[in-house]
């Protein structure tokens, strides 16, 4: 996983988008809990968030239910996470 103030990778292929932003913890988790339901093993999911709460709960999130962070960046007070479901 790499974190970074950086452009968004151009070499992640992002299968879903997940606007969290103007959410306040727990509710940017319990949506992405939700959107990963949908998606298949090995897609990825971008979340945008505005929480600085997710900075913590979005890597517990992958750890304990074993998916993959793949990166995260913050950029002007916004969060991104690119997540890759197991």
């Given at each position: 996983?790499?974190?970074e103030n950086s452009p968004e990778p151009t070499t992640i292929h992002v299968d879903d988008t997940l606007d969290?932003?103007?959410l306040?913890?727990?509710e940017p988790v319990m949506m992405l809990h939700?959107?990963?339901r949908d998606l298949d093993s090995g897609q990825v999911l971008k979340l945008l968030a505005t929480d600085p709460s997710t900075t913590r709960d979005v890597p517990k999130f992958c750890h304990f239910l074993g998916h993959e962070l793949l990166q995260q960046q913050q950029t002007d007070g916004e969060f991104h996470y690119w997540?890759?479901?197991k």
């Open positions: 996983m790499t974190t969290a932003r103007g306040f913890c727990p939700s959107a990963f997540l890759q479901k």
